[in-house]
T-cell receptor, first 113, second 113 residues
Framework: RKEVEQDPGPFNVPEGATVAFNCTYS??????FFWYRQDCRKEPKLLMS???SGNEDGRFTAQLNRASQYISLLIRDSKLSDSATYLC??????????????FGTGTRLTIIP | DADVTQTPRNRITKTGKRIMLECSQT?????MYWYRQDPGLGLRLIYY???????NKGEISDGYSVSRQAQAKFSLSLESAIPNQTALYFC????????????FGDGTRLSIL
């Protein structure tokens, strides 16, 4: 089982729609969680951290369910500029020490005009 | 100016050549990382350094070496490049702490012929 699993998509969504991605992680000792956005052939950029109580940043809402070991990202009123690959990232204990980021392979989103 | 700068941005070279990828940062972060990204595999950790005197292997360090010349500089070397090292390479930095995300450079696209 992969440490961090995401549906690769692609998700093709009309502009203005709401879209949600889920991500599951295998290590119950994982301690912090992030969503990154990556445009084609560019570097990953932090979209938002994910907090236990859930958090919102404008049109983006992130949720964490520790019991079920999944993280979600909701995008409301999607824009053309939201087209990208969204990476689920988990930080926590590993063979490489107490801090190691583990990346999902990403979910590809295309917003259609 | 970018906070995390990688050079070169693109490189094409032949099997057996020695290659060095360089990373410098102006963020003042102690921690630096090298990753490679391959289609369908996500980002994988090659080496990381928590300070100038600390170097650690990641999950795919074979065939690579690193040097942390200063707090701001972390270079990755391929001593004898082989075609399966063709990938997109990213340097990242972090101030440390489980709640802190990593910040990525623009990436180096490396092709080994």
């Amino acid at each position: 089982r992969k440490e961090v699993e995401q549906d690769p998509g692609p998700f093709n969504v009309p502009e203005g729609a709401t879209v949600a991605f889920n991500c599951t992680y295998s290590n119950s000792a994982s301690q912090s969680f992030f969503w990154y956005r990556q445009d084609c052939r560019k570097e990953p950029k932090l979209l938002m951290s994910v907090y236990s109580s859930g958090n919102e940043d404008g049109r983006f809402t992130a949720q964490l369910n520790r019991a079920s070991q999944y993280i979600s990202l909701l995008i409301r009123d999607s824009k053309l500029s939201d087209s990208a690959t969204y990476l689920c990232v988990v930080n926590g204990p590993s063979n490489f020490g107490n801090e190691k980021l583990t990346f999902g392979t990403g979910t590809r989103l295309t917003i259609i005009p | 100016d970018a906070d995390v700068t990688q050079t070169p941005r693109n490189r094409i070279t032949k099997t057996g050549k020695r290659i060095m990828l360089e990373c410098s940062q102006t963020k003042g972060h102690d921690r630096m990382y090298w990753y490679r990204q391959d289609p369908g595999l996500g980002l994988r950790l090659i080496y990381y350094s928590f300070d100038v005197k600390d170097i650690n292997k990641g999950e795919i360090s074979d065939g690579y070496s690193v040097s942390r010349q200063a707090q701001a500089k972390f270079s990755l070397s391929l001593e004898s490049a082989i075609p399966n090292q063709t990938a997109l390479y990213f340097c990242a930095t972090s101030p440390g702490g489980l709640e802190q995300p990593q910040h990525f450079g623009d990436g180096t696209r490396l092709s080994i012929l």
